[in-house]
């Protein structure tokens, strides 16, 4: 039922390890996003997916990668975990031009890196 | 690219009254601004927007207005109660961009 899904919700894992977090949305909607949210609450865009096309990158590192095997799914792989990759990261979707860019998140899945 | 200015940061009501943030944009093209709540450990969700073409907007105690003119907008919340405890964020996109937040106000409403 849940309109969008990621997993997994919590994630602790030693630094230089690689990490994915999975995302599905069953919206129907064209558009999926990751947004980085920070200790002090920042929500900042990371990537965003329109029709399996990668429209956004801001600034991110290239250690960070988006796959999108189909319009429904955008999971986040990590390569190398850093300390500053601490965080908790949301999945998004909404319906891009629809004139009113609604935004549906996950429930977030929290990453901690030791 | 958008850049959302919001303010203030942090923000202490007493129970019963009105609570205003804040928020500028810096693209003139954008035209859909949203604000979201977000509580303790859960995601942001959609509490109120309002498009380009709208002045005002409200929606039982929480109002939004918009000036395009000077780029800003706000969000009014009355009668404030302990459950609007929450960290509000405003956000600006155009029709074909991603939302662009602003950095979050941290409400307090205190009973």
């Known amino acids: 039922d849940t309109a969008v899904s990621q997993t997994p919700k919590y994630l602790v894992t030693q630094m230089g390890n690689d990490k994915s977090i999975k995302c599905e949305q069953n919206l129907g909607h064209d558009t999926m996003y990751w947004y980085k949210q920070d200790s002090k609450k920042f929500l900042k865009i990371m990537f965003s997916?329109?029709?399996?096309?990668?429209?956004i990158n801001e600034t991110v590192p290239n250690r960070f990668s988006p796959k999108s095997p189909d319009k429904a799914h955008l999971n986040l792989h990590i390569n190398s975990l850093e300390l500053g990759d601490s965080a908790v990261y949301f999945c998004?979707?909404?319906?891009?031009?629809?004139?009113?860019?609604?935004?549906?998140f996950g429930a977030g899945s929290r990453l901690t890196v030791l | 690219g958008e850049n959302v200015e919001q303010h203030p940061s942090t923000l202490s009501v007493q129970e019963g009254d009105s609570a205003v943030i804040k928020c500028t944009y810096s693209?003139?093209?954008?035209?859909?601004f949203p604000w979201y709540k977000q509580e303790l450990g859960k995601r942001p969700q959609l509490i109120i927007d309002?498009?380009?073409?709208?002045g005002e907007k409200k929606d039982q105690r929480i109002a939004v207005t918009l000036n395009k003119t000077a780029k800003h907008f706000s969000l009014h919340i009355t009668e404030t109660q302990p459950e609007d405890s929450a960290v509000y964020f405003c956000?600006?996109?155009?029709?074909?961009?991603?939302?662009?937040f602003g950095k979050g106000t941290r409400l307090s409403v205190i009973a």
């Open positions: 956000a600006a996109s155009t029709r074909n961009t991603p939302l662009v």
């Open positions: 997916y329109n029709n399996k096309e990668l429209i």
């Open positions: 998004a979707s909404s319906h891009l031009g629809s004139g009113a860019n609604v935004l549906t």
């Open positions: 693209d003139s093209a954008s035209n859909y």
């Open positions: 309002i498009r380009s073409n709208v």
